[in-house]
């Protein structure tokens, strides 16, 4: 079990909200209820086992040029998906297990995840429009 969690500033009211990375379903601000871009940096599988809502994995490393090229794009999904996505970056270098499980060849990989199973994956650097393009027909997808 994990004790770790998240200060998340509301982009409605600017509330920051402590969110615990385990929170179950999804959290909204606690001033004005919206719902919060949630953007967890982990190594623990419970934070995306334990999740309610579909999780994003972003499979990175510090010494990936390319992992850093799409993180901003990674943030920004957190934002647009608030309350129907949780958005989790990993560090494969921490968290060989998570990795191995993905089956992670080569970074930046992402990952659409839910109840534990890989729905969706997509690998590589690609500009924001056409990541928000596959995570939008993925969630479609499933419904
Ligand atoms: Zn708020």
Known sequence: MTQSSTI??????????RVSDTA???PPCAK????LPWLVDTTDPEVIDGSALPVL?????PWCGPCRMVAP???????TFAGRLK???VNVDDAPSISRRLGVQSIPALFLVQD?????????????????GWVER??????
């Open 8 to 17: 998340i500033a509301c982009p409605s009211c600017g509330a920051k909200n």
């Open 138 to 143: 993925s969630l479609a997808g499933r419904s």
């Open 73 to 79: 794009s990674v943030e920004r999904l957190a934002g």
């Open 57 to 61: 994995i972003d499979a990175w490393a």
């Open 116 to 132: 534990g199973e890989v729905f969706s994956s997509t690998v590589g650097a690609a500009p924001y429009d056409r990541l928000h």
């Open 32 to 35: 004005c209820h919206d719902d």
């Open 87 to 89: 958005v989790v970056k």
């Open 24 to 26: 179950a379903g999804r």
